[in-house]
């Protein structure tokens, strides 16, 4: 079992790299110190709290599964006022504000939420960045308190530039950072220690491993479904823009079949197109409520939200397959409803590949993911034979649209080259293309960045049998951390370099219980 290994890194405005002159930390040093903390994130496995972590505002506190919010210092306030089942997390999200808990509250939200998450596991890396941020001082015994539950089992790295005093009597290590030399860093007294090699030594710990549990789906089901969760917005716009077509398209002769599939297209376009643009904005979200352990895996919210996005597609779908054939009795076969159903998914499809498994920001996705329906209008559609540069209207071919057209009454005589049989075939397989296009491009990218993981895993695993990863480990952990280096194949001679460690610790009761005088005099935190 671990034990708790508290960092406290202060960035200096040093004006050399070989000396870190320390003093009050500003707002263009802690750059450094939350890179360091990105930098932990990014190379191993831990539960990452950002000093700003995002939660979707409207999430009810009393409905997060498998947690006890009564462990909240202020919770009793919502009892007493009876507003404890109805009390959202709060904050804004897509230019509205949802009032709810305060950011402190949020805070401590989740921090309560780290502790009860991993009370049941041990050896956790689990890193925090300001924990102290937008807390009143009434509520710094509580976060103190339950570091010190947490200290127990897990390894703890956290930045802080609130409350020094008190984390000085809890610190074990003390780690100095620089915002202008980003190569070095210094552990506790030990100068010019290579940044990466810290980064190795102090990242001891595991992962938190999810189980996903039917609080976890009823969880999913009740945040998606909630009155801000973008499903009743979907159903209201639809049934407001398909009563509107139902009353304009009504009785519609036979003949103008292309009318109405344009308009009852565009409309089904138009009704999902909200609910898929927020995808981005929804991972983004997710993402980080999973590093706060608020729920289960990202990859297990992923293929959740796919389902319902896909569902969703399909419910619209059929519905506009319906009111078609209020308006128009020449579309009622089973082919229509398959056509319209992929010449949709061909169109949105690029949003849900783009905005949930991608890192791209929201404009890209919005850019990208209209391109199907930017490129539909200029390729799919030819009513005018012959028209069009050789060559490149050929394009068509790929466009589930086009082979839509070549089925619907009353325009395929209009097209240029429809398929003589196996229409409907070619158009399931178009309007798939973007799919496959993203999943050869996805596993290219996996199969790069496997083996650059296994490169960085090997870097990392000989760095870890070297005399000065072996000293640092030492200077962190003490004398528990020799099972360690013995675990790793170190190159060392660790009884050697044991004896070397207790003599150097001669007179020293225990480890982390001094704050070296050079610090104190600089103003950096120490160990204690």
């Known amino acids: 079992m671990i034990s708790l290994t508290s960092y406290i890194m202060h960035s200096p405005l040093s004006s050399s790299p070989s000396h870190l002159s320390l003093r009050?930390?500003?707002?263009?040093?802690?750059?450094?110190?939350?890179?360091?903390?990105?930098?932990?994130?990014k190379s191993h496995k831990c539960t990452y709290i950002r000093q700003y972590h995002n939660l979707r505002p409207y999430i009810k506190v009393s409905a997060i599964p498998n947690f006890d919010p009564t462990a909240l210092p202020y919770w009793d306030i919502y009892v007493r006022e009876k507003k404890e089942r109805g009390i959202i997390v709060g904050g804004t999200i897509a230019g509205q504000f949802m009032p709810g808990l305060s950011g402190g509250q949020r805070k401590l939200l989740l921090f309560e939420l780290i502790v009860q998450r991993t009370a049941s596991?041990?050896?956790?890396?689990?890193?925090?960045?300001?924990?102290?941020?937008?807390?009143?001082?009434?509520?710094?015994?509580?976060?103190?308190?339950?570091?010190?539950?947490?200290?127990?089992n897990h390894n703890i790295l956290l930045v802080t530039n609130d409350h020094v005093d008190t984390l000085k009597k809890m610190a074990d290590n003390t780690v100095t950072v620089s915002a202008i030399d980003r190569t070095k860093v210094r552990?506790?007294?030990?100068?010019?220690?290579?940044?990466?090699?810290?980064?190795?030594a102090m990242s001891i710990g595991d992962e938190y491993a999810h189980n996903t549990d039917n609080h976890d789906l009823k969880f999913f089901a009740d945040v998606e479904f909630s009155k801000d969760g973008g499903i009743p917005g979907v159903a209201y716009f639809g049934i407001f823009a398909f009563g509107l077509f139902l009353l304009t398209f009504w009785d519609s002769s036979p003949g103008n079949e292309a009318l109405v599939l344009i308009a009852a297209g565009m409309i089904s376009f138009f009704v999902a197109n909200p609910y898929f643009l927020q995808l981005t904005d929804w991972r983004i979200y997710m993402i980080e409520e999973a590093e706060a352990l608020l729920h289960s895996?990202?990859?297990?919210?992923?293929?959740?939200?796919?389902?319902?996005?896909?569902?969703?597609?399909?419910?619209?779908?059929?519905?506009?397959?319906?009111?078609?054939?209020?308006v128009i009795d020449t579309l009622g076969a089973g082919k229509f409803y398959v056509?319209?159903?992929?010449?949709?998914?061909?169109?949105?499809?690029?949003?849900?590949?783009?905005?949930?498994?991608?890192?791209?920001?929201q404009q890209a996705v919005q850019i990208l993911g209209s391109m199907p329906f930017l490129f539909m209008?200029?390729?799919?559609?030819?009513?005018?034979?012959?028209?069009?540069?050789?060559?490149?209207?050929?394009?068509?071919?790929?466009?589930?649209?086009?082979?839509?057209?070549?089925?619907?009454?009353?325009?395929?005589?209009?097209?240029?080259?429809?398929?003589?049989?196996?229409n409907l075939l070619y158009l399931v397989l178009s309007s798939l293309l973007t799919v496959f296009l993203f999943l050869a491009y996805m596993g290219v990218k996996q199969s790069y960045k496997k083996t650059h993981k296994v490169k960085a895993e090997s870097s990392r695993r000989e760095s870890m049998k070297t005399l000065a990863y072996a000293e640092l480990q030492l200077e962190l952990f003490g004398e528990k951390a020799?099972?360690?280096?013995?675990?790793?194949?170190?190159?060392?001679?660790?009884?050697?370099?044991?004896?070397?460690?207790?003599?150097?610790?001669?007179?020293?009761?225990?480890?982390?219980s001094f704050v070296t005088e050079r610090d104190e005099e600089e103003g950096s935190v120490a160990s204690a």
Request: proline share 4%; net charge neutral.
């Open 377 to 422: 209008i200029f390729f799919s559609t030819t009513f005018s034979p012959g028209a069009g540069v050789a060559g490149l209207k050929n394009l068509r071919y790929l466009f589930a649209r086009y082979y839509l057209w070549c089925m619907t009454p009353g325009v395929q005589l209009s097209m240029e080259g429809c398929p003589e049989s196996n």
């Open 339 to 361: 056509g319209i159903l992929f010449d949709n998914l061909s169109l949105l499809i690029s949003m849900v590949c783009l905005g949930l498994y991608t890192d791209l920001p």
């Open 297 to 326: 895996s990202k990859s297990t919210n992923k293929f959740l939200k796919t389902c319902l996005t896909l569902g969703l597609l399909v419910i619209i779908s059929t519905i506009q397959f319906g009111v078609m054939n209020i």
């Open 121 to 152: 596991q041990n050896n956790l890396l689990i890193v925090l960045d300001e924990p102290f941020a937008g807390v009143t001082d009434d509520f710094v015994p509580f976060i103190v308190s339950r570091l010190n539950e947490m200290r127990k």
């Open 482 to 512: 020799l099972h360690r280096l013995q675990h790793v194949g170190s190159e060392v001679d660790l009884e050697k370099l044991a004896s070397s460690y207790n003599m150097s610790m001669n007179g020293i009761e225990s480890q982390g």
């Open 187 to 200: 552990i506790n007294g030990k100068e010019g220690v290579d940044r990466d090699l810290a980064l190795l």
């Open 24 to 41: 009050p930390s500003h707002h263009r040093t802690r750059k450094g110190k939350t890179t360091f903390l990105n930098d932990v994130y």
